[in-house]
Nanobody, 121 residues
Framework: QVQLAESGGGSVQAGDSLRLSCAAS????????MGWFRQTPGKGREFVAS????????HYADSVKGRFTISRSNAKDTLYLQMNSLKPADTAVYYC??????????????WGQGTQVTVSS
């Protein structure tokens, strides 16, 4: 059993940066691939980025490629999402998830509660 907790969300201006973190409040992230997804009201969760358990492979949604960077520290048992050049379209609740290395939310077994990111123009 893994319980995940995101942090680092907030309200920023377009062009600003934020770094989200995800840690395990119960269990460990080690051995799991990890992903970030986001959701806006009335829409399903959208894939943002994923990283393999070793950190050696990453994958990004086209909408964030070149602006966001997913990384993990297995020593600190923490997942990160560095978000640069933020746009109003990035406004969403961001979720971290643990499971298989995939773009699809069904491949992930454990989810955090989410953290709100709001980008104003």
């Amino acid at each position: 059993q893994v319980q995940l907790a995101e942090s680092g969300g907030g309200s920023v201006q377009a062009g600003d940066s934020l770094r989200l973190s995800c840690a395990a409040s119960e269990g460990t992230l080690r051995g799991y691939a990890m992903g970030w997804f986001r959701q806006t009201p009335g829409k399903g969760r959208e894939f943002v980025a994923s990283i393999s358990w070793s950190g050696g492979n990453t994958h990004y949604a086209d909408s964030v490629k070149g602006r966001f960077t997913i990384s993990r520290s297995n020593a600190k048992d923490t997942l990160y999402l560095q978000m640069n050049s933020l746009k109003p379209a990035d406004t969403a609740v961001y979720y971290c998830a643990a499971g298989a290395y995939s773009d699809f939310e069904d491949e992930y077994d454990y989810w955090g509660q989410g953290t709100q990111v709001t980008v104003s123009s």
